[in-house]
């Protein structure tokens, strides 16, 4: 009897993720361990990050995530992109997008003459393997928007699918106050304490301006 490939999954959750923004920004593609800005970051960071990445098949199995946490400039972006990258080169669907265009496609799905389907994008986004989610603290929010992140992250939690994000506040406990209480408590058992990133905006140190 014929039976189901065993990567079908797999194919199907890639189809799936097809039309999403998955790609890595330029700006990103060529990110590495071996190489600088990452070399020059906190090596605890730096160490956990690879270490994820070493196992990125078996943490995605287990719905494991990550948050970076720390203020602008500081290398949570670069290193987020880094563990989307090992996602995508281990054949794993990803999904990235920042949170106030991840808000605009979910508004977009509500015009009439919209090709996007609400419940389309919302059950591709519970079914890709990674959900990289940038600036989880930067939309302005009101109760839709809370809404709207509860079902995406209660999605994911409840089919142990792993999320990672970044999000800029003062002190972790403050991102509850973004994203509501519930969901912050799911993304706290999913992606654990925050890998801290600090120091100065490396962005306006390199350029000097
Ligand atoms: N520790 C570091 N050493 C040197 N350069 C760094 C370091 N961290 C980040 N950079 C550089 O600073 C710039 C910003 O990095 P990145 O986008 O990862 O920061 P971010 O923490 O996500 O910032 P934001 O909160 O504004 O989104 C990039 O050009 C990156 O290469
Ligand atoms: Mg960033």
């Not at 090992?86 to 799905?109: C, D, F, G, M, S």
């Not at 209480?181 to 905006?201: A, F, H, N, V, W």
Request: with cysteine.
């Amino acid at each position: 009897m014929a039976r189901p490939c065993e990567c079908r999954p797999r194919r199907i959750a890639l189809a799936r993720t097809r039309s999403l923004s998955h790609h890595i920004p330029r700006r990103f593609v060529d990110v590495g361990f071996d190489r600088n800005p990452v070399r020059e970051m906190d090596p605890t960071v730096v160490r956990e990050v690879k270490r994820f990445c070493r196992s990125i098949d078996e943490r995605l199995d287990r719905g494991e995530g990550l948050w970076f946490q720390g203020p602008r400039g500081t290398g949570k972006t670069t290193l987020a992109m880094l563990v989307s990258l090992h996602a995508l080169r281990a054949q794993r669907a990803v999904a990235i997008y920042t949170v106030p265009q991840l808000l605009a496609e979910i508004r977009k799905t509500y015009d009439d003459d919209s090709r996007h389907d609400y419940l389309d994008l919302t059950s591709r986004l519970a079914s890709v393997d990674l959900l990289h989610l940038e600036d989880m603290a930067v939309a302005r929010t009101n109760d839709w928007v809370l809404e709207q992140l509860y079902t995406i992250i209660n999605d994911r939690y409840q089919d142990e699918r792993s999320v990672i994000f970044t999000a800029d506040v003062e002190q972790p406990p403050d991102l509850a106050q973004h994203v509501g209480e519930r969901t912050y408590s799911r993304l706290i058992e999913m992606c654990g304490d925050p890998k801290q990133l600090s120091g100065e905006d490396r962005r306006i140190k390199v350029t000097g301006r």
